[in-house]
T-cell receptor, first 113, second 111 residues
Framework: DVKVTQSSRYLVKRTGEKVFLECVQDMDHENMFWYRQDPGLGLRLIYFSYDVKMKEKGDIPEGYSVSREKKERFSLILESASTNQTSMYLC????????????FGPGTRLTVL | RKEVEQDPGPFNVPEGATVAFNCTYSNSASQSFFWYRQDCRKEPKLLMSVYSSGNEDGRFTAQLNRASQYISLLIRDSKLSDSATYLCVVNPETSYDKVIFGPGTSLSVIP
């Protein structure tokens, strides 16, 4: 089975802190994604990566950055956390090559106080 | 207009009922379509892909209407375990597996 893991299930940070969310997949997938999910807004794509060291902005990249130094790991960074970044963050990976299924991690519930 | 729209529900149906969800998409060039299921406090998981000719998986039937730009999901003989949020997902291009998620439709199956 594909496994996507995220470093934390719950995280509480203070405004202005730098926050790192880590995601690891074990299926050698080419593509990795970071989403945030908010009530009434659904899943919104923050960033995605289709190869090591490659990244593309999604629909809501402002306030976020990402890093993909190894194929299996994709990190989401909040340089200076703000209260409007309180959300559920979901990482996903996909095999690429036109096979569009995405496999999700369990999510990180981030609260910024 | 949002790229992918769904009726948020909630749909409350008795066990054994048949329920149908629709989803509309705005990009006529969209290439592939999916239904995902998300249980409460869990991550989304692929339920089924949607093919042009329509496809069925047990009690679930998915249909695609390209002319009207909508996708449907039909659930027959609803079970309590079908209670979840159903997400319509559209891939507007063939590269990168980048997809757009609809906001989801909530289903509660009641005993």
């Amino acid at each position: 089975d594909v496994k996507v893991t995220q470093s934390s299930r719950y995280l509480v940070k203070r405004t202005g802190e730098k926050v790192f969310l880590e995601c690891v997949q074990d299926m050698d997938h080419e593509n990795m994604f970071w989403y945030r999910q908010d009530p009434g807004l659904g899943l919104r794509l923050i960033y995605f990566s289709y190869d090591v060291k490659m990244k593309e902005k999604g629909d809501i990249p402002e306030g976020y950055s990402v890093s993909r130094e190894k194929k299996e790991r994709f990190s989401l960074i909040l340089e200076s956390a703000s209260t409007n970044q309180t959300s559920m963050y979901l990482c996903a990976s996909g095999p690429g090559l036109g096979l569009n299924e995405q496999f999700f991690g369990p999510g990180t519930r981030l609260t910024v106080l | 207009r949002k790229e992918v729209e769904q009726d948020p529900g909630p749909f409350n149906v008795p066990e054994g009922a048949t329920v149908a969800f629709n989803c509309t998409y705005s990009n006529s060039a969209s290439q592939s379509f999916f239904w995902y299921r998300q249980d409460c406090r869990k991550e989304p998981k692929l339920l089924m892909s949607v093919y042009s000719s329509g496809n069925e998986d047990g009690r679930f039937t998915a249909q695609l209407n390209r002319a009207s730009q909508y996708i449907s999901l039909l659930i027959r003989d609803s079970k309590l375990s079908d209670s979840a949020t159903y997400l319509c997902v559209v891939n507007p291009e063939t590269s990168y597996d980048k997809v757009i998620f609809g906001p989801g439709t909530s289903l509660s199956v009641i005993p």
